[in-house]
């Protein structure tokens, strides 16, 4: 994977013709800039510790042995038809929202995999969005260690004639590749409103093939519009009864919207815990049943750790099911009816 600046000033190059120019500065009729804070309050980024891996060594060990053991002419060529899908051009640039019923089970983790993996295997800009003020952890989980302007900021500043050039500044970069707009500086704030968030995707929706929105929970008034009007949607589901129970209601809210929503939907089926006494076949038999796909997103012992996303340290797992969610993702987003 190469490193994000450069994927970003090649991205830029193709696009304009031209390097970068620096971070856009605010003309002098505009609102003060706000101030860069951190993400992670200093005094607690040096209790992180390492990152640890998602796979034991013995599976690591294991997995290297079957590589050699076996000819991967098929396992190729499924990943090389995944990364096709993942790849699939679009003319006019497509919004995924991710929403869960609650908080706490992994949204914003499985929001921040999919805008690695887009950015990862595409050319064109990619934007990850925050669309949840309520201190999310999406730009922790993204790796970026300062915020500074909003979606709130960004939306009384877009103008029509803005480019891609214009509007960077007012991103954050990611070390993989990429940008992330968060919702706020990690302060409690004002909510996001719907007003806000249909300005800052129809705005920047010409700029970025892909933007992946990550919503607030269920039945919140924005994650309600952000499932009404994306191109594809994201539910993530956790391993648990409850959890189970609640988003198989949500399908079923969503195939009573007027323009089939359900066709657009994926669910993330993800693990918390390595102990989850829930059948997992019977699980996602469950969610398939009104007729959505279901990726199941496994147990990971680096993405459990919290703190920064570092893709190297994932599970091998989990980095294929990441691909195949974006992958069922991508292919619903390009069939739907662009807006």
Not at 33 to 43: E, G, H, K, V, Y
Not at 126 to 151: I, K, Y
Request: charged content about 20%; overall charge positive.
């Amino acid at each position: 994977m190469t490193g994000g600046g450069e994927q970003q000033q090649e991205v830029l190059r193709q696009l304009t013709g031209a390097a970068p120019p620096a971070p856009v500065a605010p003309s002098p009729t505009m609102a003060p800039a706000p101030q860069s804070l951190p993400t992670i309050d200093p005094r607690l980024a040096v209790a992180l510790g390492r990152p640890q891996h998602g796979d034991s060594l013995p599976q690591r060990a294991g997995r290297s042995l079957r590589k050699l053991a076996t000819v991967g002419g098929q396992d190729a060529a499924e990943e090389a038809r995944l990364a096709q899908e993942v790849r699939q051009p679009v003319g006019v640039g497509r919004i995924v929202a991710v929403t869960s019923i609650r908080g706490g089970v992994g949204k914003s983790t499985v929001a921040a995999l999919l805008g690695r993996t887009f950015n990862h295997y595409r050319q064109d800009p990619v934007l990850t969005l925050e669309a949840d003020a309520a201190l999310g952890t999406l730009p922790v989980r993204m790796g970026a260690q300062t915020v500074r302007w909003s979606v709130a900021d960004l939306a009384r500043i877009l103008k029509p004639r803005m480019q891609l050039t214009d509007i960077i500044g007012y991103l954050v970069p990611i070390a993989d590749g990429g940008w992330l707009l968060p919702a706020g500086q990690g302060r409690v704030g004002a909510p996001l409103d719907v007003r806000t968030y249909r300005t800052v995707t129809l705005g920047l929706q010409r700029h970025f093939a892909v933007t992946v929105a990550d919503c607030e929970t269920l039945p919140g008034e924005v994650a309600r519009t952000a499932m009404d009007t994306a191109h594809a949607r994201v539910v993530v589901a956790p391993m648990t009864a409850e959890g189970i129970h609640g988003t198989r209601q949500v399908l079923d809210w969503l195939a009573q919207l007027p323009h089939s929503a359900l066709a657009a939907t994926v669910v993330a089926l993800i693990a918390g815990s390595p102990d989850a006494t829930l059948d997992a076949k019977t699980a996602a038999a469950h969610l398939r049943e009104p007729g959505v796909p279901v990726v199941a997103l496994p147990y990971d012992r680096h993405l459990a750790q919290g703190g920064p996303i570092h893709t190297p340290m994932l599970g091998q797992s989990t980095r294929d099911a990441a691909v195949r969610l974006a992958a069922e993702v991508m292919q619903r987003a390009v069939s739907a009816r662009v807006r």
